[in-house]
């Protein structure tokens, strides 16, 4: 599937990218709390390439709409995880906090997704 592909290729840039600049500028300026930004990087990276697969395997599974929902899910845990890790380090603010956990829990959907894709196929 073509979105994913491109979901996934565009995350992967973007993990690489932040890694960078979480490496090279924020190390410094935020010495404290880069770990927690580079946690996101981590799972930004291992999620974007996640995608790649969902993509592959979208036609070979057969389960297309279970596939699909899982890319989905993969996705927003993306954007939940490592995104308010992201925003977490940044600003300090702990509103952020709480939404990592929802995160979390939408990538254990898109994994079991993807399972229960490959059992039914």
Same mark, same amino acid.
């Given at each position: 599937?073509?979105?994913?592909?491109?979901?996934? &290729?565009?995350?992967? %840039?973007? =993990?690489?990218?932040?890694?960078? %600049?979480?490496?090279? $500028?924020? /190390? @410094?300026?935020?010495?404290?709390?880069?770990?927690?930004f580079q @946690?996101?990087?981590? $799972?930004?990276?291992?999620?974007?390439v996640a *995608?790649?697969? !969902?993509?592959?395997? $979208?036609? /070979? *599974?057969?389960?297309? &709409?279970?596939?699909?929902? &899982?890319?989905?899910? !993969? %996705?927003?845990?993306?954007?939940?995880?490592?995104? =308010?890790? $992201?925003?977490?380090?940044?600003?300090?603010?702990? !509103?952020?906090?709480?939404?990592?956990?929802?995160?979390?829990? =939408? %990538?254990?959907?898109?994994? !079991?997704?993807?399972?229960?894709?490959?059992?039914? &196929?």
């Amino acid at each position: 599937m073509k979105l994913f592909v491109l979901l996934g &290729s565009l995350n992967a %840039f973007l =993990s690489v990218a932040l890694g960078a %600049f979480g490496a090279h $500028y924020l /190390k @410094t300026k935020i010495p404290d709390k880069i770990d927690v930004f580079q @946690t996101g990087v981590h $799972y930004h990276m291992i999620h974007a390439v996640a *995608l790649l697969v !969902i993509a592959v395997l $979208y036609e /070979k *599974l057969g389960n297309q &709409s279970m596939v699909n929902a &899982s890319g989905w899910a !993969i %996705f927003i845990g993306i954007i939940l995880f490592s995104g =308010s890790l $992201y925003a977490l380090s940044l600003t300090g603010l702990k !509103i952020f906090g709480p939404i990592t956990p929802l995160g979390g829990l =939408s %990538f254990l959907v898109g994994w !079991i997704l993807l399972a229960l894709a490959a059992i039914k &196929s």
